[in-house]
């Protein structure tokens, strides 16, 4: 394993409350970290990600770089340098020195996932055991990749091992469709620089490659061990191996480019084979800064391992694209561009978790494309890496944005940022309330989260977020002195909340409907359910399943026809995950609520949370448990909850170590950015109960600790330009609150559920509570409840 220089930064408070004792367990838990997962005793070909902000890997963990992927068919995986992909893979030969005994290194026997990259080890060849280890260096175009040769026997080797690289220089998805085409590969060799370069034969798009070791010989015409799509070619370096007994040699690799040309390639490269230790060394004390950072302790360790991951894997999908900004990709290996959908989850996690920048930056960029492309207030769906704009937008992301931007905002209470932000949102508003909003009963008409054939009609997501949208924007205009856009903003979503609970209520059914709309819309939906099982199961071999559900849309159809024409009302058709989004949002009275909650638990759920579709009973995503999960915390439902985000934490590892996958359990993107929204934000904000108003330097803290848990605690919380520690131990009937500020200016309130009659201690003072609730000053409090 790689080893991890002991972390030395202390800060002070921590010490002050914590002592020598914490730090060192701290230091102990990022060691813990850092020294990687193992895929030891499961299959080796699953996809892996090398990331990195400025280029990223994918290949399958037995080390290989087959065709992978749909977006550009089959060119997912390889080296990218967003917008371009630079390399489809490379691969070592290990040879004698006579050239007639050879072995590609093609089956590793261990992958091991690290914060900062993975390393491959590959089963003994002739006692040569070899190691390969890559990463990706923090804003560099380039990756490096390095392999250590060990003789394990007694006697001296002389080998030759030879790297060989397959190039495809080519674009990104959604290029062709804007005349951006991809052009065969020129190779040629540097001798006196010792690398290879090759470049686009139609664009200015260069890959350097090489090593400070000196070749023996070179081959640009070359012959890579597996054949993959695309127009590029392979090249081959060979170099010599003399290995004493038990010597272990090592060689590095430097791969980089440029889309704009070649001398930057070559800059490029020669800065990373230079420095290609510090930028390893900066890696890992990044990954081990965002380790430290937000940090739970907690009895359930395999939550508390999957939420730190969950922070790792969120930094391993930020993107920096030149002229666009830095943001969090939705997934590897199909998704890592910009999505609306995706980050108005994923920031409110990624805030809770530490990371207020990224959350701002993400927005920021968000709204600057949307702005560029849209220009009404209406937020993109979708941005391929090359800046072009797939989809203008979904109608929900556009309410849940300024979501996302409050949600951040209370966190930050950076008001810059919101006065930034708060133009763009009521345009937003407007354009959800007029142009979307053709019948004016304030539920905006269009395609919501799920994209079902013929669902564009006024979903129940769309509507929910409006109307959260509208009471966010109305917060927004009081700190920003616009008191009739606040009456106004206020007075909508009052009415949106009441309507959503009277028109989208469904009685018989317990249940919040798909969507509101005519006798028609609905048999529209119904009929669009069926074509799309007739597409997207053609090939399937689940006939009867198919069978089923037609039977049940059909049977459907006849109990819509029975409504006279034109009638208007909620219609229960698909029974996607989304209606429980008033849940999330806390727009249910508790009755209807609860109601629905024990509903969706008891038939909507499959193994992993509920099924996007309880109607087809297929498919089980992060996004939806994570979603339930907060439903269940809205409404005080501390276990339920937990049951939920136990599901998601269940299929930790399953596919990619030190990740979750997109799917349930184990299928779909390898990590995906809005699975740190159900694992962060029960945990921060309900479970340990940390709800910041930071523009006014207050924080509400109402713990609900889970039936089992005796103790929780959170470390190094940024909170506006504050920082807090937060730890609960249950001990001797009694429960004992420790709050550590580094500001000593922000009020705290810690609520107690029937604290009200007992007795307290504060900071060595006993108090009989005659309220639920303490008022928390200074840097450091102790309360302990007497029970």
Known sequence: MISVTPIKIITSFALLLFGQQMVAQRNIYAQEIMAGISNIGRTNSNAYLTPGDRSYIVGTQDG?????????????????????????????????????RETWLKEAREFINYPYGNKFVYPSIDDIEVERLQYCPRQTEGAVIQFKFKNTSTQPRDCRFSFVVKTDLSPVWFSKENNITDAPDSIHWVEDKNLFIANDTKHPWFVVWGSSLPAISHDADAVAPVQTRGLGKAASTTYRLQL??????????????????????????????????????????????????????????????????????????????????????????????????????????????????????????????????????????????????????????????????????????????????????????????TEEDKDKNMFPEGNGIMEVKGLDAELIDVAVYTRQALEAASKMAAILDEPERQKEYTTKASVLKNKINTQFWDESEGSFCDFYGTREQALSVAQGAIEQLKIGHSNKTDSGHIAELQHYYEKLIQHISGFPAGTEKGWFTNKNWVISTPLEMQLAPPDKAVRLLNKVRLEHCGEYGPYLSAVERRHMMTISTGVQALAECAYGRTDEAMWYVNKIVQTFNRALPGSISEMMPDYGCPVQAWTIYGLASPLVTYFLGINPDAYNKSVVLSPHLPQGWNNAAIYDLPVGNNMISFDIKKHDGNVTYYLTSVDCDWAFKLVIKGLAGKRYVLNGKVISATTDEIELKGKTNKVTVLL
């Open 244 to 433: 004493k007994p038990h010597e272990t040699v090592t060689a590095v690799f430097v791969v980089s480019g440029s889309d704009k040309d070649l001398v930057t390639a070559q800059n490029n490269y020669e800065m990373v084979l230079k420095n290609h230790n510090q930028l390893l060394e900066e890696k890992e004390q990044q990954s081990v800064a965002i380790i430290n950072r937000a940090r739970v302790v907690i009895p359930d360790k395999k939550f508390e391992q999957a939420y730190t991951w969950g922070k790792l894997n969120t930094e391993w999908l930020v993107s920096e694209l030149p002229g666009i900004g830095r943001f969090l990709g939705a997934g590897a290996v199909e998704y890592p561009w910009l999505f609306g959908c995706d980050n108005t989850y994923a920031v409110q996690g990624v805030v809770v978790s530490g990371d207020p920048d990224l959350a701002q930056s993400t927005l920021r960029t968000l709204k600057r494309v949307s702005e560029k492309e849209n220009g009404n207030g209406r937020i993109i769906h979708e941005m391929s890496s090359n800046g072009f704009v797939y989809n203008k937008g979904n109608v929900q992301e556009t309410p849940h944005f300024a979501v996302a931007v409050w949600k951040v905002f209370n966190w930050t209470g950076d008001t810059l940022f919101l006065k930034e932000m708060y133009p763009y949102i009521k345009k937003g508003l407007n354009w959800l309330l």
């Open 64 to 100: 290989n770089f087959p065709d992978l992927g749909s977006h550009v068919t089959g060119e997912m995986g390889g080296l990218w340098m967003p917008p371009v992909k630079l390399l489809d893979g490379f691969w070592v030969k290990l040879s004698d020195a006579t050239g007639r």
